[in-house]
Structure formats: structure tokens, C-alpha cells
């Protein structure tokens, strides 16, 4: 994703609210929530340097915890907001995509994200981000991912992040002391 194209997000999210009297705290909360969705790489650095310096094993204990809570809460307050975005910036999008998810193409795997196994979406999830897979949910699937399907991804990526960083800290740590 580029720079612009990042600022664009940053601004549509801070701009955006669904609760009246609340745009200020939303702005602030949605900024964040973009912040964090693109700090992956810095969040598995600071793991592994973590798990190099302390026990591996309870720095992804902790890590993973930690990580499952703000991703859930992320997760969530994207899919309690979208709806908001949606009707006052995508209106003309929204069109087209109701088109798409109606037509012959899109219809299987627009069944696949909303109604298919939450192994699925986890994994999906693992792989890319937590906030990526809500995203995409909600985006292809037109409806609210809902919380239980939040808490699979959520769990899902922070499993992953944690037992990437932590694995990486310690091969650095093994590397560290031998030296």
C-alpha cells in the first residue's frame, strides 16, 4: 500500500462516525485502528526482541494475549462502523458490489466468506491480518462478520504474530549468546 493511499485511509476513517456528538472520539479510535492495522512488521520486531531478552515461551503467552485483545477490539469496531462508512462514502460502491454479489461469478465464494468454516476465516486471517480478513468480510460478504467470527480471526492472527516474533527471538538470542 502506498504512502497516498494510506494517508486516504487514515482521512476516511477520521473523518467517519456512526454516533451522533461522537465524531471527534471516532476519528481518534478509527485513526488508530489504521495505524495498527499496518503495524505488523513493528509489532513481530518488538516480539522477537522481546523473546531474545526474556523466555520465548512467555513472551508468546503474553505477546499473544495482549495482541488478541487489541485485535478483537479493533475487529469489532470496525464491524459496528462499517455500515456508517458505507452510507456516507460508498453509496455508488455499495451499488456495484450488491450487483457483483448477486451475479453468477461471485455468488459461491461470497458464500464461502459469510457462511463458510471459521478454520477458513481463521486462516485467512493468520495469513494476512485480523483487520484485513474483517475487512475483506465485510466488504465481499455485505453484512457484519459478527463477533464470533472477530474473536477467530483476532486469535488467529495474534497466534501467529506472537509465535513468529517468539520464534525469531529466540534463534536471535541462541545467536546472541553464542557469540
Known amino acids: ?78 464491524d ?5 462508512w458505507m452510507a456516507r462514502y460508498g453509496k455508488r460502491f455499495e451499488k456495484r458490489l450488491e450487483k457483483m454479489r448477486k451475479g453468477r461469478v461471485m455468488r459461491h465464494p461470497v458464500a464461502w466468506i459469510t457462511s463458510g468454516s471459521g478454520a477458513l476465516f481463521g486462516l485467512a486471517a493468520a495469513l494476512t491480518n485480523a483487520i484485513n480478513a474483517v475487512v475483506l468480510g465485510r466488504l465481499i460478504g455485505g453484512q457484519p462478520v459478527g463477533e464470533r467470527r472477530a474473536l477467530i480471526a483476532a486469535v488467529s492472527f495474534s497466534i501467529f504474530g506472537a509465535g513468529l516474533g517468539a520464534l525469531i527471538g529466540f534463534a536471535a538470542g541462541d545467536i546472541i549468546r553464542a557469540l
Open 1 to 78: 500500500m502506498t504512502l497516498s493511499s494510506m494517508r486516504a485511509s487514515v482521512a476516511v476513517v477520521a473523518q467517519s462516525s456512526s454516533e451522533p456528538g461522537g465524531s471527534a472520539r471516532s476519528g481518534v479510535i478509527g485513526v488508530l485502528v489504521v495505524l495498527w492495522w499496518f503495524s505488523d512488521a513493528v509489532v513481530v520486531i518488538g516480539v522477537a526482541a522481546l523473546a531474545a531478552w526474556l523466555n520465548p515461551l512467555i513472551v508468546f503467552v503474553v505477546a499473544t494475549i495482549v495482541l488478541t485483545a487489541i485485535n478483537l477490539g479493533c475487529c469489532n469496531w470496525i
Open 80 to 84: 459496528r462502523h462499517w455500515d456508517g
